[in-house]
């Protein structure tokens, strides 16, 4: 694991990423690194959404092609390379990012949204808990609803934000229990619902916060 990709990632997904065990920690920032390149696809397009989506379009492209037919020269496909989990699966998560382009956001835009890197996570548990289904459909649910708590935090106030917030609140409906692998998940899940609840756009807004990811990090509950 490279100091360099972790300083790339924020805080809070720092600290999430220092509860996973060491078996799933490289594969975990591999997903964490893609999800932040594909976000900041988003951040950076000014007024031009047709560049983000040739920008994520590339993305896309790469995950339906051999890896032998891979550019060379980025580093973040490099590490995919080694990454346990099936390329293809990375398309939903692409095509979330993407349906933040839209003018407005709609119920089905947050939605394919939220689906998508629900749908990268439950990758990535299949993947690290023994090809287990049952792991990977608790993972795509707390993956959405981190999803959603996250682009809540994100939006501030508005019409927007107040759609995602409802959405966000109507998801979240039962505690989740994820396997040890997937402790990163948990703390990230359990940090957004608590900075939901609270109204706050920061998940690390003080010493609860901590208390929380600490709790979460060691019993994961």
């Known amino acids: ?37 594909l976000a900041a696809v988003l ?28 550019p060379k020269g980025e580093p973040l496909l490099g590490r995919i390379k080694t990454w346990p989990v099936p390329y293809a699966s990375m398309v939903p998560l692409v095509d979330g990012w993407e349906a933040l382009l839209v003018e407005e956001l709609d119920e089905a835009s947050v939605k394919t949204f939220a689906q998508g890197r629900g749908q990268a996570w439950r990758a990535v548990a299949v993947a ?21 708590a996250d ?7 508005g019409d927007e934000a107040e759609l995602v917030r409802e959405l966000a609140f109507a998801a979240h409906r039962h505690r989740l229990t994820l ?10 899940h359990g940090l957004s619902q608590r900075a939901l609840k609270r109204g706050s756009t920061d998940l690390l807004d003080g010493p609860g916060a901590m208390l929380t990811a600490l709790q979460l990090g060691i019993l994961g509950r």
Not at 5 to 21: E, K, M
Not at 45 to 70: P, T
Not at 151 to 157: C, D, I, K, V
Request: charged share 25%; hydrophobic share 50%; with cysteine.
């Open 1 to 37: 694991m490279s100091a360099d990709d972790l300083d790339t990632l924020p805080l809070a997904q720092r600290l999430a990423l220092s509860y996973a065990p060491a078996a799933s920690r490289d594969a975990t920032l591999t997903l964490l690194l893609l999800d932040n390149r």
């Open 43 to 70: 951040r950076q397009r000014g007024e031009n959404a047709l560049i983000a989506q040739m920008k994520l379009a590339w993305w896309r492209d790469r995950f339906g092609q051999q890896v032998s037919d891979w």
């Open 128 to 148: 690290l808990c023994g090809f287990d289904d049952e792991a990977g459909e608790i993972a795509a649910r707390a993956g959405q609803e981190w999803a959603l």
């Open 151 to 157: 682009l809540a935090m994100h939006l501030g106030q």
């Open 179 to 188: 396997p040890r692998a997937l402790r990163p998940l948990r703390v990230l």
